[in-house]
């Protein structure tokens, strides 16, 4: 849960104080961006500080090196989570952390069938519902910049003066 509430606090956060006249905040994309990279930190340390046990432990019994795997993950969150902040990088860290979150489904699945005592909020219908909506957001951030509306700072063109002759 405590993911879905950084993602979903700090857009707002990033979304208001873009309406309230942060001018490099006022494209939602950009605001979206910041929640995903508030979220992906998140779940990034907690592969290493808080939870490291707990995760090794969701790591289907199929898959080798659980404790690499989640090393690897956790690298991979915050590597994504830094490069979803810069307007160049934006697009593929949120393809690469969409693709990510697809490849460690499993986990979450696992754990929702084999784990004993979970919250409501860990069981097998809500976490699916959260790994949608984290999924929905990498992919309107990916979308949003092929579509040209993806907060960069880039320059945009000018009209050159018309010289009348």
Request: glycine letters at 8%.
């Amino acid at each position: 849960m405590e993911p879905l509430i950084a993602l979903v606090g700090a857009t707002l956060a990033l979304w208001a104080a873009g309406a309230l006249g942060v001018r490099r905040l006022r494209p939602w994309p950009v605001a979206l961006r910041g929640g995903l990279a508030a979220m992906f930190t998140l779940t990034g340390v907690v592969h290493f500080v808080g939870m490291r046990e707990e995760l090794i432990a969701m790591v289907p019994p199929a898959l080798p090196a659980p404790q690499l795997l989640v090393t690897v993950t956790g690298v991979l969150e915050l590597a994504g989570a830094a490069a979803l902040l810069w307007p160049r990088t934006a697009p593929w860290a949120a393809a690469g952390l969409a693709a990510l979150l697809l490849a460690m489904f499993p986990a979450n699945v696992h754990l929702a069938l084999t784990g004993t005592d979970l919250p409501p909020h860990q069981e097998l219908l809500p976490r699916t519902a959260m790994q949608l909506v984290f999924l929905a957001a990498a992919i309107a951030v990916v979308v949003a910049h092929a579509r040209g509306r993806g907060g960069a700072a880039a320059p945009r063109p000018t009209e050159a003066p018309v010289v009348e002759r």
